[in-house]
């Protein structure tokens, strides 16, 4: 029942901005995207979220299309200890639901 | 200074044996949870607990049972464990439960590694 569609993997170049692509065409009004990301043998770490408006912090850029049905988490330095599976989800902070996410490798 | 912790770490038991997994949060929030991550990599929110009460139960079989002694711990006991429970179960918490439509950022502990045999 996963409301988000994400490819299956990708590389990146070291240095060079990672772009990570979501599809959520089903989002309804008031859901927000939030992205995690699970580092080999870790838990689940939050990256960034954002309702309609593009959104950026310390560790990524979120772009969020105007019709609201899909988005991209942009990493724009890319280092080796970013290679991780990033998970795009839309709902609501207490109830997240995870897919099966983009496994982002960097590579140097 | 571990935000979220857990333990055991790794759980190896038989088949029909009960075991806990304890998990513990120093960052004074009020909202934990129980998830569960399959072989296929799927993480699945098992329960959540606001202050101490149960908010979100889904349609775990009864043989999970959580217990929240106080608002900064939230253990699994889970009964006649079953070959289809191995997997990785992650406690989480949250400063609220965002239930109002507000943004709590999850922050999750490093896993119990659980292996029934």
């Known amino acids: 029942d996963a409301k988000t569609t994400q490819p299956p993997s990708m590389d990146c170049a070291e240095g060079r901005a990672a772009n990570l692509p979501c599809n959520h065409s089903?989002?309804?009004?008031?859901?927000?995207v939030y992205w995690y990301r699970q580092i080999h043998s870790q838990g689940p770490q939050y990256i960034i979220h954002?309702?309609?408006n593009n959104e950026t912090n310390e560790m990524a850029s979120l772009i969020i299309t105007e019709d609201r049905k899909s988005s991209t988490l942009i990493l724009p330095h890319a280092t080796l200890r970013d290679t991780a599976v990033y998970y795009c989800i839309v709902g609501y902070d207490y109830k997240l639901s995870f897919g099966a996410g983009t496994t982002v490798t960097v590579r140097a | 200074d571990t935000a979220v912790s857990q333990t055991p770490k790794y759980l190896v038991t038989q088949m029909g044996n009960d075991k806990s997994i304890k998990c513990e949060q120093n960052l004074g929030h009020d909202t934990m949870y129980w998830y569960k991550q399959d072989s296929k990599k799927f993480l699945k929110i098992m329960f959540s607990?606001?202050?101490?009460?149960?908010?979100i139960n889904e349609t775990v079989p009864n043989r999970f049972s959580p217990k929240s002694p106080d608002k900064a711990h939230l253990n699994l006991h889970i009964n006649s464990l079953e070959l289809g429970d191995s997997a990785v179960y992650f406690c989480?918490?949250?400063?609220?439960?965002?239930?109002?439509?507000?943004?709590?950022?999850?922050?999750f502990g490093p896993g119990t590694r659980l292996l029934v045999l």
């Open positions: 954002g309702l309609k």
């Open positions: 607990y606001n202050n101490k009460e149960l908010i």
């Open positions: 089903t989002i309804s009004g008031n859901e927000y």
């Open positions: 989480a918490s949250s400063q609220g439960t965002g239930l109002a439509g507000g943004q709590e950022t999850q922050y």
